[in-house]
């Protein structure tokens, strides 16, 4: 299984950017997705997940203003963010869940840098 993420960027503080990660395998339908960051000089955080069910799940800092998705006949899952802050600046991970929970497989990482 392979991940590539895109759509990272420069915006201001109050816009949005999508990230998209595009994720190899026949059988990407089943797999449970999930966004990651990591901002400078902290610890990687979860940011959303979404299972094959389309089931959702935030991290509180995130609710109401980013949206997790995924299209199945394109292999994609993305990440639309909107209002974003100052503190949303991170390098952006995809992963995919495996069956004891943890994640097995991580893309590149997408930068998105927020100016205020």
């Known amino acids: 299984v392979q991940l590539q993420a895109s759509g990272g960027g420069l915006v201001q503080a109050g816009g949005s950017l999508r990230l998209s990660c595009a994720v190899s395998?026949?059988?990407?339908?089943?797999?449970?997705m999930g966004w990651f960051r990591q901002a400078p000089g902290k610890e990687r955080e979860f940011v959303a997940a979404?299972?094959?069910?389309?089931?959702?799940m935030y991290a509180d800092s995130v609710k109401g203003r980013f949206t997790i998705s995924r299209d199945n006949a394109k292999n994609t899952v993305y990440l639309q963010m909107n209002s974003l802050e100052s503190e949303d600046t991170a390098v952006y991970y995809c992963?995919?869940?495996?069956?004891?929970?943890?994640?097995?497989?991580w893309g590149q990482g997408t930068e998105v840098t927020v100016s205020s």
């Open positions: 992963a995919k869940r495996a069956n004891n929970g943890g994640y097995d497989y």
């Open positions: 395998g026949r059988t990407f339908w089943s797999y449970p």
């Open positions: 979404i299972r094959w069910d389309g089931t959702r």
